[in-house]
């Protein structure tokens, strides 16, 4: 099996993952519409291309909040990397830091913020952050991440409650007994995430604020209104995502939102995207459309399930050449 | 076999009924063009969910015509629930007041109004009335419904013919010998109708009208010019409906006509739809496209024929749960 | 197997017809674009139905240059009837006649217009014609249907040359041996249609109206261009058509074509349409859009197909049945 | 097996070729967006028939640069004809002087410049080229063409590097031993291509210009900026061109592209078109937007499949045909 393009991985983590695992990193809410439309969405948008520009020397390198990354593709928070590869996110860790790129960590790993640090010293790394009913359990975390080195926090917005993933209620997925989400004290009850608060609001982004001097960036937003209710409350960064798709069913795909939150944001904060990039030339469209930088979630969670750290590693390569590829034909 | 989501019951359903009972359920008119249009059309609306709203505390209760019920999903009048279960519209009658919301009692049902009341005293109820030729007889209806304590009387306004619906021709549909439309003196024949009078006009309303105090509620509106005539006849509510897609095919999707019809009755009555609701977020659709409510027609027969009044609890349950869940992640 | 709808009749003419003559009547040009198109068009075109009018009563009738018929439906010219029943047109004929509607019997029909005339005395028909190389000709048929009580000529105008049908090429297609074009005195060797004359223009139908003092109805106007010309010309009415597809392939779907036409033509001649027509709220469709009655082509050789004169007769009556139920559901 | 439409010769090419060959010619970038588009969006662009008119007589020879072909089709530049026929472009060569068209042929060919002139003396050729690191190489091979009486000079704009095409990654696609490309002096490594020189400009026309009297023609503009531009550089021609979907995947459609550089060339220069031209009604579409000639890549290949110099002369005659039908029954 030759991995050519991203679509190999995918089919190889289908075949090989557990069901319940491959289930559980695919799932979309309801019908999947929006995990599907985040990708379709792509597809409707045609390239302009321009021919005989030199295009044989190009830099992909980029800046996001002031870290050089070797090009615009970073790996989004998920959960669980034990469900794809052993090492789990110390995998993605590494991997990351082989690539020169950012690692968003998420809250539900299943090795600890430690763990992923000291696999991968020195890669570039930002903290995930779902705000729990115990504050001082959400506190605690963000101070150990500062602490770690990581250099970003990244506040979930879209998951006041779990959205509706029916293959996961159908096969009752919970976390094998030898799997844990370690950087939570007490054993992690999947399907309820009853700790999560649901009573967040901007005004919490303050108390984050007041915890760290990391810059905060909010995942999860889709809409003009938001992206300015985010500027003003003082975030350094967006994330425009729904999540893959896994949350509300049937709102935007994330790069028709990007294109009013980008308008919205008029430059003051640095915008990013997730959700439905496959491919070089979805970078492409991106950040030819504001964003600063994209985020892979499932394509990472492939590239694991394929061969650990090296698996990621190939699938960002691909991503890598892709894009390059597509700059230089696109002119 | 896991009751994840509406779909699973359908599929129930359409596994256990005799084939000429869920054909008769599915059926549409002509093409099924408008049956399935119905469905169709909610998926092509895109929600724009706002985030880090406080919904640790949600209220979903809301009133019809002055009661309050407790979500708002109520059963649409569909016939001949008997061929869905034994007990027929008296396991409905339990369902609804057990879930606490509003059952619309059918001149076809295969119960007596009489057995629906006692199978569920105090549930509120509205009672739906076809205009017969025999004028007498209807009269009758309605002064029983009033007198059983049937709150609402909802006239259906699409049928002054039965629409064409290829499956019932093709299997020679009609009720089995034991059951009967017990509401109506003589035994019933399925397939002419013949006794539903054609002539009906907006006049009848007034007629209508002077037999009873009961609210009327008419059925089957989608237009804004017979949304403004039923308005100034005097009724107390619409029901935009195209019965399902049973009756004339390729007329408008009926979320698609909620709209103008919101916007024609300017508040001046409640305005309720049906058809095509299979996920709480349609649910949510509906009453952010103007809706007061929203009534289940094949879902509840689904339920019905899965495991009687619990079956259609389980499907109220799930969609109140999704609709719950669906006004959290829209904000 | 019951015949409930005009696709029953399609599904058994394609089992049970020999295949070159399914594939003969079911040819469209090219990739078939403009014959699926005339379907799926009417598909796009919605109702805006009204309730609660009194349609306890309908006339359906109407007239076509001044001659009534009992509903607007009649037969499209189409050749070779005896391909699908032995009789062929005669049995066209004889059914048009009980159904009081009106029959335009083709130039390629496998019976004379003498045994047309026999077959069904005092029947409403037109004559179909196409201008040869050889005018005699053509102005000794036109005599000949004039004097055989032919009430109009419906020049075809879309065939200066045939069509390219990929099956009818594939298939070698051709007469059997025991059929003849017998309006034509010398053998007819379909595929070349050498005799057709190219060189026909506007200019023709003065020439025509020497000829005859028959009406003269065009059939293949597709543009308010050539509406406005056949007006000018003094043609007595317009048949919007594009051969159901099989001459020019991706041109507009007739119902599409129809909007245009009919705005051109302001009420100075009257205006037709065929191809596409397979339910009953089609026709409703046509005469919504400012049709005066539609045409037939295919279903009327499938209902030939199925049982002769009979099996078009239920065809008719379907579609009769069918219409008059749109009309009153939709108020 | 009767060969009847261009489809049916690529059916047989799908059938016969070596799997490689198949894939390397069908091959389109990434997801083949492109490469499929070119051909949907012909069907999207309906006629508007014009009825009448004397289409008895018509002349469907064109000239392109001054030089007179059989109708407005040509053979567009494609590599590697041995892969479908011995002959390789010998045959091609033939078939395009057999039929009085004019053939490009690419600097990938494999046969020598040669032997293609050698070949068919005396016939309308242009000679495709890509600008090598070696500019002497690419001079050389200018002044070669020029030499032996190629008429055009035909610039690919579009390849500074090769698309991602992922059959021909996973096929590990190279000529097979005994092929070569000849007219470059040493063995051809298919998949690097690295002697493409990537910091072309739109300077190097000018460099073009000092080489050759030949008229230059740019392939592969797809907007009227680079239409704009090319016409500022002196070119005579334009081929609007997305290499048949093998390079920048979701670019547009060429037939879309069309009409915005035919707008912004404004008669200047001669513009023509390739991609996705299956049916003489594209080529009548293509002229109708204003292009003075198409060109054919895949369906030539598929020709020379089926039988060499004959076949490919049949796929001509089938558009020929197709195309003079189509203005016939076009008006």
């Given at each position: 099996m030759s991995m050519v393009c991203l679509s190999d991985f995918e089919a190889y983590a289908k075949k090989y993952l557990p069901k319940i695992a491959w289930d559980y990193f695919a799932a979309g809410a309801d019908d999947c519409t929006t995990r599907d439309e985040n990708i379709l969405a792509y597809?409707?948008?045609?390239?302009?291309?321009?021919?005989?520009?030199?295009v044989s020397v190009m830099d992909i390198r980029t800046k996001i909040l002031g870290s050089e990354i070797s090009f615009p593709v970073g790996i989004a928070p998920t959960g669980f990397h034990q469900l794809a590869w052993p090492d789990g996110e110390k995998s993605t860790a590494r991997a990351a830091r082989a690539m020169n790129t950012c690692y968003i960590a998420s809250t539900y790993s299943t090795?600890?913020?430690?763990?992923?640090?000291?696999?991968?010293?020195?890669?570039?790394?930002?903290f995930q952050l779902y705000i729990h009913r115990n504050r001082a359990a959400s506190q605690q975390l963000v101070q150990?991440?500062?602490?770690?080195?990581?250099?970003?926090?990244?506040?979930?917005?879209?998951?006041?409650?779990?959205?509706?993933?029916?293959?996961?209620?159908?096969?009752?997925?919970?976390?094998?007994?030898?799997?844990?989400?370690?950087?939570?004290?007490?054993?992690?009850?999947?399907?309820?995430?009853?700790?999560?608060?649901?009573?967040?609001t901007w005004n919490d982004i303050y108390w984050l604020q007041s915890l760290t001097r990391l810059p905060i960036i909010i995942k999860g937003i889709l809409t003009r209104e938001d992206a300015e209710l985010a500027v003003k409350h003082g975030v350094q960064g967006i994330i425009v995502s729904n999540h893959g798709g896994r949350q509300l069913d049937e709102g935007p795909a994330t790069?028709?939102?990007?294109?009013?939150?980008?308008?919205?944001v008029r430059g003051r904060v640095e915008v990013y995207v997730d959700g439905g990039i496959r491919k070089g030339s979805d970078v492409l469209k991106a950040l030819a459309l504001g964003a600063k930088c994209v985020f892979i979630g499932r394509p990472a969670l492939w590239g694991l399930a394929y061969k650990g750290e090296e698996g990621l590693q190939d699938v960002l390569k691909i991503l890598q050449d892709e894009f390059r590829l597509s700059m230089a034909l696109a002119g």
């Open positions: 597809k409707r948008i045609r390239f302009r291309p321009h021919m005989l520009r030199d090795c600890t913020l430690e763990e992923i640090s000291t696999a991968a010293p020195g890669g570039l790394r930002w150990r991440a500062e602490a770690l080195g990581f250099q970003g926090l990244v506040l979930t917005a879209d998951l006041p409650y779990t959205g509706k993933r029916r293959d996961d209620v159908r096969n009752g997925f919970r976390l094998p007994p030898h799997m844990k989400v370690k950087n939570l004290e007490r054993a992690f009850e999947v399907c309820k995430m009853s700790f999560l608060d649901p009573s967040v790069i028709d939102a990007l294109v009013e939150v980008v308008e919205a």
